[in-house]
């Protein structure tokens, strides 16, 4: 940021664009840079994907199970999270702001103010997710809520490949 502000000389004004305020991490709108990695457990590698920001820490992994693909869901949502977990809510996948109903959750669990879900998702799903810069999850108390519970996490153009070869890989009949 220095050598852009020396530019302008000791007489001078350099104003940062928005661009440049974004680049230099001066202003990020309540959002951290998402991290994206690939990771390996006993049960297998799984495609994990997490962000920050001001409303919560979201965190989203993908799973391959023979031609399925898995995905969990871990959010903060504090001491309403045993309420949540009892069901009662609808749940969607965001896909590029845009909502995709998800089936019933295959478990929906509250630790220590975060609510876990597990899905499986269709082959439809999957491929939207591929092709996404940014995929979340909701909850809502009806389809058509205004307003819902949960987070979308950003796929930087440094992560959009490896979102995209991983649940491709998992999908594709070939495997």
């Known amino acids: 940021m220095l050598d852009l502000l020396v530019q302008k000389g000791e007489q001078g004004i350099y104003l940062l664009s928005e661009a440049e305020l974004k680049a230099l991490n001066v202003v990020n709108n ?46 903060q949502v504090g001491d309403q999270a045993a309420g949540m977990a009892g069901g009662g809510l609808v749940h969607s996948l965001i896909v590029d702001g845009d909502m995709m109903p998800l089936q019933d959750p295959d478990s929906v669990v509250a ?31 009806a389809r058509d809520a205004p307003v819902f519970i949960g987070f979308p996490l950003d796929i930087p153009a440094g992560a959009s490949q490896k979102v995209h070869a991983f649940i491709n890989n998992c999908i594709s009949p070939h495997r």
């Open 111 to 141: 630790n220590k103010g975060e609510i876990q879900t597990f899905f499986t998702l269709t082959q439809a799903q999957a491929s939207r997710i591929a092709a996404s810069h940014a995929i979340g999850h909701a909850m809502r108390t």
């Open 30 to 75: 309540g959002r951290q840079a998402a991290d994206w990695a690939l990771e390996v457990a006993d049960g297998g590698e799984y495609l994990r994907g997490t962000q920050d920001t001001a409303y919560g820490r979201g965190r989203i992994a993908f799973m391959c199970d023979k031609d399925k693909i898995l995905m969990f869901t871990f959010y």
